[in-house]
Nanobody, 125 residues
């Protein structure tokens, strides 16, 4: 399984970006896909997650109301729509997936088996 993250870039505060995470090599019918981010000098943190079945989603408090996660199973793609971006959103964003993850571990990066390479998001005026 390979995950390809894309869509990052340099934007100004208040702008929007949409990140994409494309799956190849295997089609998941269960489990979840999540986005994590790592700012310079900081640890990697949970951002958002979506389950393959049922559409359950969850967000970090810092992005709730501004970011929206969604999926298009026909395109094997998960999206992260990021609105009202702030300088503190600057980070490398990673997508991760696991077909067997349990609900209680959805926000835990160590629970995910497959990872994309990361895409840089920079928010600066």
């Amino acid at each position: 399984v390979q995950l390809q993250a894309s869509g990052g870039g340099l934007v100004q505060p208040g702008d929007s970006l949409r990140l994409s995470c494309v799956f190849s090599g295997r089609t998941f019918s269960s489990g979840a896909t999540a986005w994590f981010r790592q700012a310079p000098g900081k640890e990697r943190d949970f951002v958002s997650v979506i389950k393959f079945r049922g559409g359950y989603t969850n967000y970090a408090e810092s992005v709730k109301g501004r970011f929206t996660i969604s999926r298009d199973n026909a395109k094997n793609t998960v999206y992260l729509q990021m609105n009202s971006l702030r300088p503190e959103d600057t980070a490398v964003y990673y997508c991760a997936a696991d077909p067997s993850i349990i609900h209680s571990s959805l926000r835990s990066q160590v629970a995910y088996k497959y990872w994309g390479q990361g895409t840089q998001v920079t928010v600066s005026s």
